[in-house]
DNA sequence: GCGATCTC
DNA sequence: GAGATCGC
């Protein structure tokens, strides 16, 4: 597959929002693997997203399998 | 407590 | 620099 495409389908996470209560549905601005160097630990991966009612961004984990972002 | 990252 | 994020 070749096709690149730029217009990368990012597909949103379910998330608490700390700041409604609510769990919606966000693309992240930016994803991390968030672990220890000592393995043995895989830690989590984390996502930064804003919230849509107050612009206040937070964390939260997302999927071990989803994609890292820049 | 460790790990990275961001906003305040 | 604090504080928050999550699982071990």
Do not use: N, Q
């Given at each position: ?5 730029k217009?990368a389908?990012?597909?949103?996470v379910?998330?608490r ?12 601005i930016k994803?991390?693997?968030l672990?220890p160097k000592?393995?043995g630990r895989?830690?989590?991966k ?5 919230s849509?009612k107050?612009?206040?961004p937070f ?10 972002i820049k």
């Amino acid at each position: 597959m070749p096709r690149k495409k730029k217009t990368a389908k990012p597909k949103p996470v379910k998330v608490r929002d700390p700041t409604t209560g609510e769990e919606v549905e966000l693309v992240p601005i930016k994803v991390w693997l968030l672990a220890p160097k000592s393995r043995g630990r895989k830690g989590v991966k984390i996502g930064l997203f804003k919230s849509p009612k107050t612009g206040k961004p937070f964390r939260a984990k997302v999927p071990d399998d989803y994609p890292e972002i820049k």
